[in-house]
């Protein structure tokens, strides 16, 4: 059992926005501003899309936003393209450890 | 341009001890968090250890299913993050990625099986 929860899937229509939540506690995500996100396609090594709650990487498209409100962080994808259909997963500093969410299964339909 | 490159992967025996290399192009290895995360096959991201900056003390933590086991530590002049894997076990079995909030490497695979 993951300690941070994300719900299993989400999907959208290209040109939609969706948004993937991520759910913790005051332990985890409502306590510090260290909320991570990152992209995986099948067979792929993840690739970091916001860090430090919102913050963009060089060269990740500013479709991708993250916010946080309380224990709950989310990743906005707006603009939706094929090539966002990934698994999104979510981590948090934890205090004296990092906590990672089970993962987002997107589809683009 | 950042990069982080991961080596070392290997098929071991149970019991036996492998060393993780992450070498870092594009920041300083000492001035950042740097992380080392698996992947069971089929199964989602675990975080495993951590070394603070230098300038946060410097000081590792780890998941409590590799605590005392595995070591991490840092090589400045070659400015690559190791780790130390000890008395490996087959649910160790998985892909290390390193990773900061620069970015994350591609991965090694460990494979633990007698």
């Known amino acids: ?38 992209q995986q396609h099948p067979g792929k090594a993840p690739k970091l899309m916001i860090y430090d709650v919102y913050k963009r990487p060089s060269g990740v498209p500013d479709r991708f936003s993250g916010s946080k409100s309380g224990n709950t ?30 993962g987002t299964t997107l589809t683009v339909l | 341009d950042v990069q982080l490159v991961e080596s070392g992967g290997d098929f071991v025996k149970p019991g036996r001890s492998l060393r993780l290399s992450c070498a870092v192009s594009g920041f300083t290895v000492s001035s950042a968090w740097m992380h080392w995360v698996r992947q069971a096959p089929g199964k989602g991201l675990e975080w495993v250890g951590r070394i603070k900056r230098r300038s946060n003390g410097g000081t590792t933590d780890f998941a409590a299913p590799v605590k005392g086991r595995f070591t991490i530590s840092i090589d400045d002049s070659e400015n690559t993050f190791y780790l130390h894997m000890g008395s490996l076990k087959p649910e160790d079995t998985a892909m290390y990625y390193c990773t900061s909030d620069y970015g994350w490497g591609q991965g090694t695979l460990v494979t633990v099986s007698s």
């Open chain 1, 73 to 102: 962080a989310s990743l906005t994808i707006s603009g939706l393209r094929t090539d966002d259909e990934a698994d999104y997963y979510c981590g948090s500093h934890a205090g004296s450890h990092v906590v990672f969410g089970g």
């Open chain 1, 1 to 38: 059992q993951s300690a941070l929860t994300q719900p299993r899937s989400v999907s959208g229509s290209p040109g939609q926005s969706v948004i993937i939540s991520c759910t913790g506690t005051s332990s985890d995500v409502g306590g510090y501003d260290y909320v991570s996100w990152v």
